[in-house]
């Protein structure tokens, strides 16, 4: 079954503190996963592909096929990085999938 | 912000009546999708579309409807089957350039059921 799990519903941290939001998905064939973020009142957008194995706002995550994990990290967390963030998983033919997401919010 | 409309921003319908959402986009992206967005449960897939005339089902079609007759337009209908419709919808457009990937989201549309 094709599916993505992001265990924290909510995720509090202080500002300069390290943050990490954990995926995990399943599929069988070859993956290729997002992270989607969904600041107060603006549209659900992009923040990082791992094909690309781009940092975008100081974020990073790496795909773990051993352990089907897709973590999002950052050293230090920032007030403006409180959002809704979704992991996505794409299969073939261009189905899209996503978690749950997870409520970060920075604590000042 | 711009590229994918959602209209209108606020349904409001009776209990028992189909209802169709909008979603129009000028990108001339391939591939569109709708998906319902509930607390607690992320995004989930109701029809996708990769080219016109064709859409498949996502992961809760029952209740829903698609068309796709042009391009640039992919509307919902949300018929009286759907038990639980109160939701706020999501339609998104995606395209494939090489290695590159990528879905870009409307503003959603909140309908409201009663």
């Known amino acids: 079954a094709q599916r993505v799990t992001q265990p924290e519903k909510l995720l509090s941290v202080f500002k300069g503190a390290p943050v990490e939001l954990k995926c995990n998905y399943s599929y069988s064939g070859s993956p290729e996963l997002f992270w989607y973020v969904q600041y107060s009142r603006q549209r659900l957008q992009l923040l990082l592909r791992?094909?690309s194995r781009e940092s975008i706002k100081g974020f990073t995550a790496d795909l773990n096929k051993g352990e089907t994990s897709f973590h999002l990290k950052k050293p230090f967390a920032q007030e403006e990085d409180s959002a809704m963030y979704y992991c996505a998983l794409r299969t073939s033919y261009d189905k899209v999938i996503f978690g749950p997401g997870t409520s970060l919010s920075v604590i000042p | 912000d711009g590229g994918i409309t959602q209209s209108p921003k606020y349904l409001f319908r009776k209990e028992g009546q189909n209802v169709t959402l909008s979603c129009e986009q000028n990108?001339?992206?391939?591939?569109m999708y709708w998906y319902r967005q509930d607390p607690g449960q992320g995004l989930r897939l109701i029809y996708y579309?990769?080219?016109?005339?064709?859409?498949q089902k996502g992961d809760i079609a029952e209740g829903y409807s698609v068309s796709r007759e042009k391009k640039e337009s992919f509307p919902l209908t949300v018929t009286s089957a759907q038990k639980n419709p109160t939701a706020f919808y999501l339609c998104?457009?995606?395209?494939?350039?090489?290695?590159?990937?990528?879905?870009?989201f409307g503003p959603g549309t909140r309908l409201t059921v009663t």
């Open positions: 990108l001339n992206h391939d591939a």
């Open positions: 579309s990769q080219i016109v005339n064709d859409f």
């Open positions: 998104a457009s995606s395209i494939a350039r090489g290695s590159s990937y990528e879905q870009y």
């Open positions: 791992h094909i």
